[in-house]
């Protein structure tokens, strides 16, 4: 009988020892938590063709916040932009960082820096004997907004996401502003 009451005893040691191995969670860098995506951009219309890419990469923090460093390139090419028969073409680079607060598992809050080098080329008509003219500046931009994600849930780290940003920095110069300085929305959408 006592040979019985300590096997029960070091059976229910040894449960109790494997049980606080489980509930330990690993600390520190977890190669799981790397996530990578982007976005494509295409348009074209009558009077107007742009393209872009802009890639991501990240780290999941914890299931509530995510956090990436991207790059983005655009090219966007204007006809007729102010008589007709003349072209502006436009490069946009640079780098950026973004924060994503996930208060629930579908809907999340972006913060994004992006510094931006601007190249812009006009090319007068033929019917304007006006000189080619190029200008060079970069700008700062601070986008915020709300954003949607699809299929994600606590153990895939894919899904598809759509954005509405908006650059609250005062930058004249941002790509993400119209003539007269004002935000315009960015709608932007990817996988992750």
């Known amino acids: 009988m006592k040979n019985i009451w300590i096997l029960a005893l070091a059976l229910t040691v040894t449960n109790t020892v494997l049980a606080q191995d489980d509930e330990e969670q690993k600390r520190g860098f977890k190669k ?32 509530y916040l995510d956090v990436a460093a991207s790059v983005n390139f655009n090219y966007t090419s204007f006809r007729d932009y102010y008589v007709p028969d003349d072209k502006l073409r436009q490069t946009v680079y640079g780098p950026g960082a973004f924060v994503r607060l ?68 005062n930058n004249k110069n941002s790509p993400y502003k119209d003539n007269l300085g004002r935000a315009v929305p960015i709608i932007r959408a990817g996988y992750n």
Do not use: C
């Open 32 to 63: 799981e938590n790397l996530f990578m995506g982007g976005t494509v951009n295409l348009q074209f219309g009558n009077r107007i063709t742009s393209l872009g890419i802009s890639p991501y990469f990240g780290y999941s923090i914890n299931k």
């Open 102 to 169: 996930f208060p629930v598992k579908f809907l999340f809050a972006q913060a994004q820096y992006e510094f931006n080098f601007l190249k812009q080329t006009y090319i007068p008509g033929s019917n304007n004997p006006g000189p080619k003219d190029k200008l060079t500046r970069d700008a700062h931009s601070f986008l915020i907004g709300p954003g949607y994600a699809g299929g994600r849930d606590g153990e895939s780290k894919s899904f598809y996401y759509i954005s509405v940003l908006w650059d609250v920095g």
